[in-house]
């Protein structure tokens, strides 16, 4: 379905992307994680287009998005990590300008405004919604095309809860659904309720490419080294003996608060 072959991007003589080759089959839930500057977003930016790669190819399904721009195009869609619309229009309005746009049926404007919880809000200026408001407009957007390949940049990051919720449910439909599924997140929850692939990028090239706990394990401790480094000191010490801060082992893990009993 889609299809990373040696792909390159630099920006201002830093190498974003150094030969990076993926390839995504038809129906897999793919996270693409690691630290900031690793060369996510680039990713993504230059599968949408946003980005032109320096070298190497990029083809969806049998569409060279080099060659064939538009068709290519035509086969995704892209929730980023910020989306801005025209202020004056309203919900309903932006909604129907893309459905036009991407040849969608106009029910699926109406699909849209009910799954995302914008119903109410149909006839209200963009320009008068609250974040998260905008927030469930811009994943209307992303969702209302049916397409074959979903990108999803830091989907989570800075919803509110029922944003997140319909994130996930509608992310979990399509894979239902068998559509492709190609996520950037730091958060490694993303990765256990919705990724069956974890790709791990370090500086503009793939360090790990797995399926399963192991991966999103490796992950996690790739975080933590990251962001503590090798040693094994007191995080806190203060000027007393006892002055340090204590880790409960018993909070590790999933569910874990669920089993100390903490409210």
Request: with cysteine; glycine share 12%.
């Amino acid at each position: 379905m889609l299809t990373l072959t040696s792909v390159t991007k630099s920006f201002g003589g830093r190498r974003v992307l150094d030969g990076l080759d993926l390839e995504i089959g038809a129906g897999e839930s793919v996270a693409l994680v690691g630290a900031n500057g690793s060369g996510k977003t680039t990713t993504l930016r230059c599968i949408v287009g946003l980005a032109q790669p320096d070298g190497g190819r990029i083809a969806i399904g049998d569409a060279d998005l080099r060659r064939d721009p538009i068709r290519a195009r035509g086969r995704l869609s892209y929730l980023p990590q910020k989306s801005v619309f025209p202020p004056t229009l309203t919900v309903r309005e932006t909604l129907a300008l893309v459905a036009r746009l991407r040849g969608s049926a106009a029910s699926a404007v109406d699909r849209e405004l009910e799954l995302c919880g914008l119903s109410a809000l149909a006839h209200r200026g963009v320009g008068h919604l609250s974040g998260g408001e905008r927030q469930r407009l811009a994943m209307a957007v992303a969702f209302l095309p049916s397409v074959d390949l979903y990108l999803f940049d830091e989907p989570s990051a800075h919803l509110d809860p029922v944003a997140s919720r319909i994130l996930f449910q509608r992310a979990r439909q399509l894979k239902r659904e068998g559509r492709t599924l190609l996520f950037t997140t730091h958060i490694p929850a993303d990765v256990r309720h919705l990724a069956t692939r974890v790709v791990l990028l370090r500086d503009g090239r793939i360090q790990s490419d797995a399926a399963g706990d192991f991966e999103l394990r490796r992950y996690e401790r790739m975080l933590e080294q990251d962001m503590w480094g090798d040693d094994h000191e007191d995080p806190i010490r203060g000027g007393g003996a006892d002055d340090r801060l204590v880790v409960d082992h018993r909070l590790h893990g999933a569910g874990a608060l669920a089993r100390t009993g903490a409210a």
